[in-house]
Nanobody
Framework: QVQLAESGGGLVQAGGSLRISCAAS????????MAWFRQAPGKEREYVAA????????NYAGSVKGRFTISRDNAKNTGDLQMNSLKPEDTAVYYC????????????????WGQGTQVTVSS
């Protein structure tokens, strides 16, 4: 069993940067792939990025590629999403997820979820 908790969300101006984190509890976090999803009001939950259990491979949605960087530290049971060049359309609640297939962009295929952290980008 893995419990996830996001932190670090907030309000930032367009063009700015923000780093959000995911803290995991449970001994098996390091054996699970991890991902970030986001959900804007009135929209479906959207895949953002994923990283393999070892951290050796990453994958990004086209809308964030080149601007966002996913990483993890298995020794600390944490995962991060560094977001640069933020745009108003990046505004959403960001969720970390674990226990899915690497590259799966379907939210329902991921087993463990955090409660989400709000990221708001002002224009």
């Amino acid at each position: 069993q893995v419990q996830l908790a996001e932190s670090g969300g907030g309000l930032v101006q367009a063009g700015g940067s923000l780093r959000i984190s995911c803290a995991a509890s449970g001994r098996t976090f390091s054996s699970h792939n991890m991902a970030w999803f986001r959900q804007a009001p009135g929209k479906e939950r959207e895949y953002v990025a994923a990283i393999t259990w070892s951290g050796g491979n990453t994958n990004y949605a086209g809308s964030v590629k080149g601007r966002f960087t996913i990483s993890r530290d298995n020794a600390k049971n944490t995962g991060d999403l560094q977001m640069n060049s933020l745009k108003p359309e990046d505004t959403a609640v960001y969720y970390c997820a674990a226990g899915g297939s690497f590259g799966s962009v379907v939210a329902g295929r991921w087993r463990y979820w955090g409660q989400g952290t709000q990221v708001t980008v002002s224009s």
